[in-house]
């Protein structure tokens, strides 16, 4: 059966928060690498993440400003179901997202292991985005989280295995990696934003 086509002003408000959400947990991210890069002196660190931060969230939020403001869609029974059935099943994977994390995080905090934690979750996060793709037609989160996935497994993989390196980098690599593929990600966000605009004043 072919894809159903949602209206533009809901795709237009989802893509913009969607792009809000990247913006917000990309800063945490970074968040997750400075405090391991304390109390190194990382001036031109901060500014570089607090400007791209500030940068995205005004873009994002101008963005979800003008997806708010477009008329109301005339949504046909088939476009009703569709966002229903859409919203039940982000709805299981974002339980399913923090089950795993739970469990992830309790078991390596109980094994001692705790400087695996931002890596897995990371990686945990990466799938879920992965299964959003599939839910939400979206083929650019394919490659979101395949990217996330190969970072924090490559993190988990390598770090360990360099002695010389302690194994509190992997929060740095994990903290940092992931901050810059989902501001990578809010930026293909915009874009898609755009076209969504575009397509609305169109119709």
């Given amino acids: 059966m072919a894809d159903i086509q949602l209206p533009p002003r809901y795709e237009a408000v989802h893509a913009a928060g969607g792009t809000l959400l990247y913006v917000a947990l990309g800063a945490a991210w970074a968040l997750v690498g400075l405090l ?38 005339e949504v046909s029974e088939e476009q009703q179901q569709e966002r229903a059935t859409r919203s039940r099943r982000s709805h299981r994977v974002m339980t399913a997202q923090g089950v795993v994390i739970t469990v992830i995080s309790a078991y390596l905090i109980l094994t001692g ?11 945990a996060v990466g799938l879920h985005f992965v299964a959003l793709a599939a839910v939400h037609h979206t083929p650019g989160e394919y490659l979101l989280g395949g990217l996330m996935i190969a970072v924090a497994a490559a993190t988990m993989y390598w770090i360990p295995r360099m002695p010389t390196i302690p194994d509190g980098a992997m929060n740095i690599v994990a903290g940092f990696g992931t901050a810059i593929i989902l501001w990578l990600g809010s930026l293909v966000r915009l874009v898609r934003l755009e076209r969504e605009l575009v397509r609305a004043t169109e119709n």
């Fill in 113 to 123: 292991q705790q400087a695996y934690i931002a890596a897995a979750t990371s990686l």
């Fill in 36 to 73: 391991e890069l304390r109390p190194v002196g990382t001036p031109w660190i901060n500014l570089f993440l607090g400007v791209s931060a500030a940068v995205l969230f005004i873009l994002a939020m101008r963005g979800f400003q003008r997806a708010t403001e477009l008329p109301e869609d």
